[in-house]
């Protein structure tokens, strides 16, 4: 079945630092989603790729869609303790628009 | 801004009872979802719903579960003969118009079984 892994697993970093997060997924995706999850909380839906090699950016928050719509990545500038959560890739699971595969997260603490 | 909201906020039931999840969507979404999510691990699709029907179902929503929409605002989750693997967070989502796919989830249920 479709897998959709990310690394790190766990990232620290000290406030300021960058932090990024890389998304891959055993199938292509038609697109591909990105979710936070506060500690104790809900996803909370950031973005959706959807072209090849498409870059979307949110205010410190870049996002990336690989070339062969595999791969995805989250990148965060000058991280605050504002950023802590998990964050979560999610893909369609093939031939569905719908069914959401989610990534294994990556579970961000920022240090003050 | 709507949201999605759901109870209760933590049901704790003895294993082989049945249990209900409610939750209640943004008014103007067509797609309604449920996921869980096991202490620590990722988010895992269950159903999606639409125009009053099943519309996808993974491997673990087996004979097990079900999904209602009562009446016009509700959408439930039954949960018949529970079992200890059960427990989990279960997180209600909705999705709005056709060509739209971001989910918005609820704040979701911690189903405990003893």
């Known amino acids: 079945g479709q897998q959709v892994m990310q690394i790190p697993q766990y990232q620290h970093v000290q406030e300021g630092e960058d932090f990024t997060t890389y998304c891959n997924s055993s199938?292509?995706?038609?697109?591909i989603q990105w979710y936070k999850q506060r500690p104790g909380g809900h996803p909370v839906f950031l973005i959706q790729?959807?072209?090849?090699?498409e870059v979307k950016k949110q205010k410190r928050l870049t996002f990336q869609f690989g070339e062969a719509k595999k791969n995805s990545s989250l990148h965060i500038t000058a991280t605050q303790t504002t950023d802590v959560g998990t964050y979560f890739c999610?893909?369609?699971?093939?031939?569905?628009?719908?069914?959401?595969?989610f990534g294994s997260g990556t579970q961000l603490t920022v240090l003050p | 801004e709507p949201e999605v909201t759901q109870t209760p906020s933590h049901q704790v039931t003895q294993m082989g009872q049945e249990v209900i999840l409610r939750c209640v969507p943004i008014?103007?979404?067509?797609?309604f979802y449920w996921y869980r999510q096991i202490l620590g691990q990722k988010v895992e699709f269950l159903v999606s719903?639409?125009?009053?029907?099943?519309?996808?179902k993974s491997e673990i929503f087996d004979d097990q579960f079900s999904v209602e929409r009562p009446d016009g605002s509700n959408f439930t989750l039954k949960i018949r003969s529970t079992k200890l693997e059960d427990s989990a967070m279960y997180f209600c989502?909705?999705?709005?118009?056709?060509?739209?796919?971001?989910?918005?989830f609820g704040p979701g249920t911690r189903l405990t079984v003893t």
């Open positions: 999610a893909g369609p699971r093939r031939g569905s628009a719908r069914q959401l595969t």
């Open positions: 008014s103007n979404h067509l797609y």
């Open positions: 719903f639409y125009n009053n029907e099943i519309s996808e």
């Open positions: 989502a909705s999705s709005g118009p056709a060509g739209t796919y971001e989910q918005y």
């Open positions: 790729l959807v072209k090849s090699g």
């Open positions: 199938t292509t995706l038609s697109n």
